[in-house]
């Protein structure tokens, strides 16, 4: 269920960001090139860093980094830099929990994403030590691991809190429920 819930979190971001480039790109006539692609295949990354630093998309990281992460790396190093980004994320995830109304579990959403911040720090000290970053098939199931770990608490706070039924298109235009109804009609 775990893993359910993110690949849906992927593919809703994803779908979200690819109709508004769509939009942007045909009707408004935007340069494809302010439209990046979002994501770069998260499902291979074999590191943290690597995941959260290329392959997961970067829509708040600017504010994140210049909010989080630079001011504690200035005042106490660079491990306080990448905690101070994660927990960051934690509180902004925790206060979308909240805005579904059913309220949080702080210290599983806070936690998740503060762990992941703890886990690029643990590889950022294996790299120090051996060289390099976690690698391979090694590397792949060391983040499915530490993932898995902390999603499944959180998962389970947000599903418990109806973060999966939220609705975030209004219930008429709801894309299933609309394509529903048009195979229903023939």
């Not at 600017?62 to 504690?72: D, E, I, K, N």
């Not at 909240?98 to 309220?103: K, L, N, P, Q």
């Not at 608490?153 to 939220?166: I, N, P, V, Y």
Request: charged share 15%; hydrophobic share 50%; with cysteine.
């Amino acid at each position: 269920m775990t893993f359910l819930f993110g690949a849906s979190v992927y593919v809703t971001t994803r779908t979200v960001y690819d109709a508004i480039s769509v939009f942007a790109v045909f009707i408004l006539r935007q340069s494809p090139s302010r439209w990046p692609p979002l994501f770069f295949s998260p499902w291979k990354a074999t590191s943290l860093t690597e995941l959260w630093g290329d392959r997961w998309h970067h829509m708040n990281r600017s504010w994140m980094v210049a909010v989080g992460s630079r001011p504690a790396s200035r005042i106490l190093g660079r491990a306080a830099g990448v905690l101070g980004a994660f927990a960051l994320s934690g509180l902004m995830h925790d206060l979308g929990l909240r805005a579904v109304g059913r309220g949080s579990d702080f210290a599983a959403i806070f936690g998740f994403f503060f762990m992941m911040g703890v886990g690029v720090v643990v590889e950022s000290a294996c790299k120090m030590m051996t060289g390099r970053l976690p690698s391979g098939i090694a590397g792949w199931l060391w983040v499915l691991t530490w993932v898995g770990l902390w999603a499944n608490r959180a998962t389970d706070a947000m599903l418990t809190r109806g973060a999966a039924s939220s609705g975030f298109f209004p219930e008429p235009y709801r894309p299933f429920k609309l394509i529903w109804a048009s195979f229903a009609r023939s």
